[in-house]
């Protein structure tokens, strides 16, 4: 075995600082993850059980099967917006009857479960990762439908959730619809494009035009029971294929319908794994509060990964990239992982010689975020660092094994991309409370404008005025450094979901679960092009 040796100093000052300026940043997290769960508010919390219904997450947790985990996906999605943090909506993974599935739920408590376009941005991420993942879909529905302040931002590209449904189901995906409420609009068609659909007594109410629509367009009189209500669809439309007395009772048909998907994972199990050396409490205490200052990745790779083992790859060559090989809970990975911050051309044909192997053996990618981008500068740009930059990320673009990604510290410029950040598809992407994320960082980035600006006068032969100068670098390096923070980024649905670093293991280790629900298959060739 090739067990990591440690030089992190638990005891030291510097040790100290960083674990508080960690948990702080948590604290943060927290505050705001809180707001998530609390919905609407009490008010309409108290509202929610007076009518004798769950919430949503209490949905969940009777769904899933009794003391398994539940990685929730998004839970910051809309933050930072005119809407509520969570976007009226919870997804994640979670088992049920033994079966990974992907889990929606509408919030009511918050605008009546109404969609706004924060929402649909998380429903259509859920989307994708049941898709790519191969995941039976069991959406928890009560929903008004569309927030119709925001129906410009939803109605068009709304309809992506339908085609969706009907493209899980044409791949033999399982879609389960469990309606406990609201379904109507063009929310009716949840249900009326899922394979499997559960309604509630007295209260599910579908239908795509409610009573007083259906009176201004027809002047026909009707209730919501003849007209959408549970028990019609169940004996007369047929839409409903499952009739339940109440909530819990359609949980438990729910729980059996999933048990009878016949729904086995492309791969078995993996054995037995053996914990890491060292204790997941010290990751607190690895990233420095300035990213300037490096950090040894090869720390983190050894609080996550099984027994610590890590097989290292052309460990002398390119060294501020750490490669190997690694099994985490059981499953074998290949991990990419920034030492000092700057990707040089080393770096990346090393990156893209390993992303190769491992697509050959068919093993999953994890990436460690810790880059500042590729070298620039004279030297580096004769010794052909943008190709070679570009065979990294052509690696990256086409390599077909599951690539998931962590952000640890800064992830910026072309980096982020060699790095598989969002845009190159990553089966998950999850960010701890130290990462930052931009085109560069904040000081560079007003001083850059600085330059131009400088420059820009001189060439007119006018005169620099160096106090709106510092002015204006104060306000972008203000706004960078805001605009790259991991609430903000991760509000925007950049990542799915700002994690504890001392859940790095598990989190990884259910998604590697998650995904290898689907054949994990390498690229044969077929990369494109490598500027040699």
Request: aromatic letters at 8%; a negative charge; one cysteine or more.
């Amino acid at each position: 075995m090739t067990v990591l040796g440690s030089a992190l100093d638990t005891a030291g000052a510097e040790y100290a600082e960083r674990r508080a300026a960690m948990l702080e940043k948590l604290g943060e997290v927290a505050a705001e993850h809180a707001k998530a769960v609390a919905g609407g508010g009490e008010k309409y919390v108290d509202r929610h059980r007076k009518r004798g219904k769950l919430l949503a997450r209490e949905r969940v947790e009777l769904l899933l099967d009794p003391d398994t985990p539940f990685l929730e996906l998004s839970p910051l999605a809309g933050w930072g917006s005119d809407y509520a943090v969570g976007a009226s909506l919870v997804t994640g993974i979670g088992v049920i009857e033994g079966v990974e599935c992907l889990i929606t739920a509408n919030d009511p408590t918050v605008r009546g479960g109404a969609s706004n376009p924060w929402t649909l941005k998380k429903a259509l991420r859920a989307n994708e990762i049941a898709f790519a993942n191969r995941l039976p879909v069991v959406s928890l529905v009560e929903s008004g439908g569309a927030d119709l302040p925001s129906q410009k931002e939803i109605f068009i590209p709304g309809g992506a959730l339908f085609k969706d449904l009907t493209r899980l189901s044409a791949a033999g995906i399982p879609t389960v619809a469990v309606v406990f409420g609201n379904s109507t609009a063009g929310g009716a068609y949840v249900p009326g494009m899922s394979d499997h659909v559960i309604m509630v007594k007295e209260r599910a109410k579908v239908f795509l035009g409610g009573p007083p629509l259906v009176k201004m367009a027809t002047g026909e009189e009707s209730d919501d029971e003849s007209l959408g209500g549970a028990e019609m669809h169940a004996r007369t439309s047929g839409l409903a294929d499952y009739f339940a007395v109440d909530e819990l009772d359609a949980l438990r048909q729910a729980r059996r319908v999933v048990a009878r998907l016949n729904w086995p994972k492309a791969h078995g199990d993996p054995g037995p794994a053996a914990p890491p050396e060292y204790d997941a409490e010290e990751l607190l205490g690895i990233v420095p509060g300035d990213l300037k200052a490096p950090f040894d990745p090869r720390e983190v790779i050894a609080r996550i990964v099984d027994g610590s083992d890590f097989d290292e790859f052309k460990p002398l060559y390119g060294a501020s990239l750490a490669t190997g090989w690694a099994e985490l809970h059981g499953y074998p990975v290949g991990i990419l992982a920034n030492a000092q911050g700057v990707l040089f051309s080393a770096e990346s044909q090393k990156a893209a010689q390993f992303i190769q192997l491992a697509n050959q053996r068919d093993v999953p990618l994890l990436f460690l975020h810790n880059t500042t981008g590729y070298m620039v500068g004279k030297e580096y740009e004769q010794g052909g660092i943008i190709k070679h930059g570009a065979m990294m990320i052509n690696a990256v673009s086409n390599s077909r094994v599951p690539h998931l990604s962590v952000l640890m510290g800064a992830s910026y410029g072309a980096g982020h991309y060699g790095m598989c950040g969002r845009a190159y598809d990553p089966r998950f992407l999850f960010a701890w409370p130290s990462a930052k994320s931009a085109v560069m960082g904040p000081q560079q980035l007003a001083g850059v404008l600085s330059i131009v600006a400088r420059a820009s006068a001189a060439a007119k032969g006018q005169p620099y005025d160096d106090e709106a100068d510092a002015g204006l670098r104060a306000m972008v390096e203000q706004q960078i450094e805001s605009e790259s923070l991991p609430m903000f980024l991760s509000g925007r649905l950049y990542d799915d979901g700002v994690i504890d670093p001392r859940d790095t293991r598990t989190v990884l280790g259910l998604c590697l679960s998650a995904l290898h629900t689907a054949p994990v298959e390498g690229a044969r060739g077929g990369f494109g092009v490598f500027r040699m």
